[in-house]
Structures are given as C-alpha cells and as structure tokens.
C-alpha cells in the first residue's frame, strides 16, 4: 500500500504537462482526461495458482496505488483550477468474503483515502457514473488512454464506451509518450526510493562477497549431523555453484523487506561471463583436476585441499525493487585463486574500472550520453594496446593502420564491449524506452564518435539532465560468437587474445543521478580491486 508521501498529483501535474506539449495547438486548451487500469494479479497459464503481482509502472506513477485490479480517472484543462489541482479518482476493488478467505483483502476506502495522495476514492462499480460525470461538466474533452497491447493492462471496452457514447475523441497516441517524457527526470521522492533500493541490493553484492571469503578461510563448518541427519543451516552454506550466489542474494534482498527483483538476476561463473543475459544460474563452478576415486561433492573452496577451484570470475548482475523502484547492480568478483584474481582477469577488470572512472569525471548535464559511450570505447583500445591484444604502430610487422584512431573507425572494439554504456532507470530497469531512445532524435544528427556499431544497443542517446537517473556499466568480454568474425582482424595479436579468452567476462555497474554539478553515485558496495579481493579472499 502506499503512503501519500508518494507524489502521485505531482507526477500527474506534470504527465498533463508533457501531454499537452505533444497536442496541436487547437487541442491544447480543451479539457484533457486519462483513463488507466491497473495491473491484475496474473495466474500460471489456465490454472488457479497466482504469480507474482506486480503493479503497472505508468499506473503507479499516477496514483501510488499497489492494489491490484484497480483503476484510475484523471481530469485536467490548462488555464482553470484543474491545472494545478488536477482531479484524481482512484477506484479500487471491494473487499468480498469469498476472497478474504484466500488473501489479504484490499483496503477500505477510508484507510486507501489516507494513504493514497488523490482526490478521491471509490469501488469500480463507481467508475461508470464517474465517467458520466466527467462527460455532462467536460463536453468535447480529448480521453488518454494506453496502447490496446499485451504490454499494458486490458483496459474494458465499456469504460471508453462510455466516452465514445458521448461523443469524446478516445485516443491513444499521446499518452505513453507523455507518461515517458515525464518520468525521464525524477524528483527528490523517487530518487530516494531508488537510493533505498540500490542500498539494499548493495548489501546483498556484499553479503555473497563475504560468505565467498568464509569458505575460502574454512569459517564456514558443518555442525554435528549437517546434510545427513538435518538440512544445512544457512550459516553452514557455501557457494559452489551459480543458483547458490543467486539464492544468497535474493534471500538476502527479501530479508530487507525488498519483495522484487527489478529483473532476473544474472549470476555467470567463468566464461559463462561472456553472454550478457545469462539467467541461468544453473551450472556449478569451474573445478581443477579431480584426484582419483575422489568422487565426492566436498565443498572445498580453499587451495589445501584435494577439490582445487579454477581460478575464474564470477559476475553477478542482480538489484532489487523498492516499492516499483529498482536498482541494477554488476559486482565481477574471483572465485578460485585463494579469492584473488589472476593476473589476466585482475588487468581486464581495472581496465573496465578505469572505463567506469573516467566515465564518471565525464558527467554532467548537457553532455550527450554518446560521449560516454565513446570515452569507453577510446579506453579500451588505449587499454587493449597497452596489453598487447590490440597492435600498435610499433608492433612487429605493423604500421600506421594499428594507430588508436584507426582501431577506433574499425569498430573492432565492439567485439569486446557490444553493449551499452548504460540507461536510464527508475520504476523499470531499462525505464522509458521512448523517451530515452525516442525514434526522432534530433540530438544526434551531427555527433559523430567512433564507429556506428557502438551505437547499435545503447538504450539511452540524449544529453544528460539533472534529475535524470542513469547506470553506468562498462565490460569487456571474451565471448567466442562475438569474436569469430575479428579473428583475422589485423588490428589484433592472437596469440595474446588467446591469453585472456579464459577470464570470460568483466562488468562494473554502478546507479548514479545527474546532478547540477556532476553526478551522484546511489550504489555502495565498492569495487576497487583491492577491497574486493580482500573480501573475497577472507582478508577482512
């Protein structure tokens, strides 16, 4: 349930803002009406067992309402009262006795009254006369509505109906561009929901580090009769294989309260790390040589005993919602090695700290998001020549061709690094899609960095703004689908590449908020490498 600490007439405010900015002037003035449903709870394909409920964003945004099967009615009109007081009618389903004997019942109205920052609240057996109403005071008024999609909540062809009988104009061309627009800058309230949400999920990064570290110094013991005469007890786990760290994790977030993942965590041990989405997390990690007749399961993550870890990453992206807000969080840490890297993961992953760094002295408003993409790339060739992946002028056999700006127009560096840089967040991980990447961009008519491939999956292409929240989350992976078309690249050394190929991949990602200055970083857990090995290594 929310509180009305929520700004829900706030936001409303300001969608009705953007809505009118998308009109044509003859429509500007006129009354403006939106017509929402809620999210309902959904149920595993035609059986009766429930799923998950989650609330639609846009939904959320407008009213601070989590009850599902609720709906909302909005009226507003530029140059009267509603202007700065828009109408906000919130319906929501009554509580029946055939359901409180199931689950726990929706508010009263008196209690959604108090907690709900709306102007009223009623029963959806209401919302027809409610429409009616709005009908006779706002004749020729223009009625929002979302896209008929599987991707919004079905909203009931008797409500607009209803408009229709009257003669309104039901449309849904402007909303969702309105709703996008306005959530792309986020106030004070939303930007602590998603603090919260990034300092739990950083706890959790941290939590899984640790208990690494634990079984690497063998803090972690079985008690009398552990996995024989009784299940382990958390404090007896040990993480050895990918749905363990995801498990820890998850639990983790849960114990703070948090009731969603913001999306399917991603946890990849060794070179699994090369495919960006993996949500499996279903493999064991990489283990050394077996001795013989050692056919047994041991649980052995330090190097003095018989069942050695391959040294290998394991990288965890994974964040929690906190009330519709997420957070999205990459850590790459070393399993195997005593909790150290080896020395080929160690330069891969500060190279990708040091994309991650000067991406940050790099904020500020009014830069374009395509510079950071740029200044990414531009340190990994630097990066790659320094380790000799990448040639140089000077490299045997070579010549001007192996320069850095020639490696740069070649695009090449997107095999390593073919993701973006990062995107805005807010109630969705990668939140507003047609605002953030809207189809008429006329931001980047004439900007021109680096090759056009590094461009191909950035999600965010604008200049930044204060208020705008954004991650940040340059990698370099090994991937061997990517790299099959470079393999006769003349700007690469081979036999180097061959070096690193086993680390898999390295991902650093980190929430910050744009702010008048510069930035401001929301997630905590460190990722300076020495920290994080002496961390995973049990050193403290």
Not at 99 to 126: C, K, Q
Not at 313 to 338: F, H, Q
Not at 386 to 409: H, Q, V, Y
Request: glycine residues 6%; charged residues 25%; aromatic residues 8%.
């Amino acid at each position: 349930m929310a509180s009305k600490s929520y700004p829900a007439q706030k936001h409303a405010i300001k969608t009705f803002a953007k809505l009118v900015e998308l009109l044509p002037a003859v429509e500007q003035n006129k009354p403006q009406i939106i017509l929402l449903a809620g999210e309902v709870t959904p149920f595993r394909n035609d059986t009766d067992r429930e799923m998950p409920f989650r609330q639609e964003s846009n939904f959320y945004y407008l009213s601070g309402c989590r009850v599902p099967g609720s709906y909302l009615l909005l009226a507003y009109q530029n140059g009267t009262s509603l202007a700065n007081q828009p109408s906000s009618h919130l319906f929501i389903p009554k509580a029946e006795l055939a359901d409180i004997m199931w689950s726990v019942p929706p508010p009263s109205l008196a209690e959604a009254s108090a907690t709900h920052d709306v102007t009223r609240v009623d029963h959806p057996a209401n919302l027809p006369d409610a429409i009616q109403e709005l009908v006779k005071a706002f004749p020729g008024a223009l009625v929002h509505t979302l896209p008929t999609s599987r991707l919004f909540p079905t909203l009931p062809s008797q409500y607009t109906a209803s408009f229709l009988a009257a003669n309104a104009h039901v449309t849904e061309d402007y909303l969702l561009t309105a709703l996008h627009r306005a959530r792309l800058i986020k106030d004070a309230e939303e930007i602590e929901l998603i603090r919260r949400a990034n300092q739990i999920s950083s706890r959790a990064h941290e939590t899984v580090m640790r208990v690494l570290g634990q079984g690497v110094r063998g803090m972690i013991t079985r008690g009398k009769g552990a996995g024989t005469d009784r299940p382990l007890l958390p404090s007896e786990w040990l993480i050895k294989k990918e749905a363990e760290a995801e498990a820890l994790f998850v639990a983790s977030c849960r114990r703070e309260d948090a009731e969603h993942q913001a999306y399917l965590p991603i946890v990849a041990a060794s070179t699994r790390a090369s495919t960006l989405h993996y949500c499996c997390n279903d493999r064991e990690f990489a283990w050394g040589p077996v001795q013989p007749n050692d056919h047994k399961n041991c649980n052995d993550l330090a190097h003095d005993h018989e069942r050695v870890l391959d040294p290998q990453v394991l990288l965890i992206d994974a964040g929690c919602e906190w009330k519709c807000y997420a957070s999205d969080i990459t850590r790459t840490m070393p399993v195997g090695n005593g909790g150290k890297f080896t020395p080929e993961a160690r330069a891969i992953y500060e190279l990708v700290l040091e994309m991650q760094r000067l991406s940050f002295e790099a904020l500020k408003p009014g830069l374009h998001w395509d510079a950071i993409q740029f200044i990414c790339h531009r340190t990994l060739v630097r990066g790659f020549q320094r380790l000799g992946i990448f040639k140089t002028p000077e490299s045997p056999n070579s010549g001007s061709w192996n320069a850095e700006e020639a490696i740069l127009a070649s695009g090449v560096s997107s095999a390593f690094f073919p993701h973006g840089v990062g995107h805005s967040l807010g109630m969705d991980v990668h939140d507003v899609p047609s605002a953030s990447k809207p189809e008429k961009n006329e931001t980047i008519k004439h900007i021109e960095f680096g090759h056009e491939s590094f461009y191909t999956y950035l999600r965010l292409r604008l200049p930044l703004e204060e208020g705008m929240v954004v991650t940040v989350e340059p990698g370099i992976y090994f991937s061997p689908h990517l790299l099959a078309p470079v393999r006769d690249s003349k700007h690469i050394d081979q036999e180097v590449l061959k070096r690193y190929e086993s680390v898999g991949g390295v991902r650093i990602e980190d929430v910050v908020v744009i702010t008048k200055d510069g930035y401001e970083n929301l997630t905590t857990v460190r990722s300076d490498t020495e920290w994080v090995e002496k961390v995973c290594s049990g050193e403290i």
